[in-house]
């Protein structure tokens, strides 16, 4: 079991390139969610998928896009990067909650990127 | 907007000494608290969890953190600080499952530990 898997783990662009971010799961969560984390701001949400197929906003998605074609990938898009979004990227998916559970969520290692 | 504050940013302690490390969110709805740590170079991990019954929480590694609902606090807790204790701590909220079950988190608390 990997668990949750991010790729790349590091990358430099220039202002105004595009990249994607892969984030995938082996252990069928339903639920996926994208955060970036930047100093003394905590983990903020960019957006987040409650199923394949289905995206939603998070509380910083502008500049940002997603999709889930796929249970088990989730994947985040800059589609013309801004220093801006110079941060590090953490993934996470959690089993659907039933009732008024709620489940933990697993993170993954990051992804580190920098927009010069 | 639901919100969760944590007081310290920056804490030096001395191994041995005890910690403490404040956590404070906003009211309403169902209280999940979590404490997550986040080791130099690291993703998350999760520390302890708090969704309902005993308000004293154990979780790994020696932490244990107290829900005082009165107070709106979930402060985290450690007798005796070793060297490798030295990480990034967040609390966070989750939100119910119609808001997605995602999680709000605090700013984060650095700590570092002197040997």
């Known amino acids: 079991n990997a668990g949750v898997t991010q790729t790349p783990k590091f990358r430099v662009l220039k202002t105004g390139q595009s990249m994607t971010l892969l984030c995938a799961q082996d252990m069928n969560h339903e639920y996926m969610y994208w955060y970036r984390q930047d100093p003394g701001m905590g983990l903020r949400l960019i957006h987040y998928s409650v199923g394949e197929g289905t995206t939603a906003k998070g509380e910083v998605p502008d500049g940002y896009n997603v999709s889930r074609l796929k249970k088990q990938n989730f994947l985040l898009g800059l589609e013309s990067a801004a220093p801006s979004q110079t941060s590090v990227y953490f993934c996470?998916?959690?089993?659907?909650?039933?009732?008024?559970?709620?489940?933990?969520?697993?993170f993954g290692p990051g992804t580190r990127l920098t927009v010069l | 907007a639901q919100s969760v504050s944590q007081h310290n940013h920056h804490v030096i302690l001395s191994e041995a000494a005890s910690l403490e490390l404040g956590c404070n969110y906003s009211?309403?709805?169902?209280?999940?608290l979590f404490w997550y740590v986040q080791y130099p170079g690291q993703h998350l991990q999760l520390l302890l969890k708090y969704f309902s019954g005993d308000p004293l929480v154990k979780g790994i590694k020696g932490f244990e953190a107290e829900f005082i609902k009165s107070k709106f606090s979930f402060n985290l807790r450690k007798p005796s600080v070793q060297w490798s204790d030295t990480a990034e701590y967040f609390c966070?909220?989750?939100?119910?499952?119609?808001?997605?079950?995602?999680?709000?988190f605090g700013a984060g608390t650095i700590l570092r530990v002197k040997s």
């Open positions: 966070a909220r989750g939100m119910k499952r119609i808001h997605g079950n995602k999680l709000v």
């Open positions: 009211y309403g709805g169902t209280v999940n």
């Open positions: 996470a998916s959690i089993r659907r909650p039933t009732g008024s559970s709620y489940n933990e969520q697993f």
